[in-house]
């Protein structure tokens, strides 16, 4: 798998303290409206021990209102795997990493 490399990265980043990753769609760019979106991940302490995955997403510049998600796992293991399961699906839905971090 040619991802494979860059999925890796994204999630060393994400255990070092998160990343973000854009989608700038294109194709509505003809219409005169170009729309970006936002996707972030983070790893959160759980206070009764083990660490959340929170993922947050909306449209680029309105994260006023972001949706949000956590998901709570016990062991690294486990973490690393969910973390890379969401970075493999964010890269196959077209987002990139963004040049600035979280």
Same mark, same amino acid.
């Given at each position: ?15 070092s303290?998160? #990343?973000?990753?854009?989608? #700038? ?5 003809? $219409? &005169?409206? @170009? +729309? /970006?979106? /936002?996707?972030?991940? /983070?790893? @959160? ?5 083990? *660490?959340? #995955?929170? $993922?947050?997403? &909306?449209?680029?510049?309105?994260? =006023? +209102?972001?949706r949000?998600?956590? *998901? ?8 690393? $795997? ?5 970075? +493999?699906? =964010?890269? +196959?839905?077209?987002?990139l990493?963004?040049? &600035?971090?979280?």
């Amino acid at each position: 798998m040619a991802d494979a490399p860059r999925v890796a990265m994204l999630v060393e980043r994400v255990m070092s303290g998160g #990343v973000v990753l854009d989608l #700038v769609d294109v194709a509505p760019a003809a $219409r &005169g409206c @170009q +729309r /970006s979106r /936002s996707y972030a991940i /983070s790893l @959160q302490p759980a206070l009764w021990g083990g *660490t959340d #995955v929170v $993922r947050m997403w &909306g449209r680029r510049g309105h994260l =006023r +209102r972001p949706r949000l998600l956590a *998901t709570h796992h016990m062991m690294e293991a486990e973490l690393r $795997r969910a973390v890379a399961d969401v970075v +493999r699906l =964010r890269l +196959r839905h077209g987002y990139l990493p963004a040049l &600035g971090a979280l």
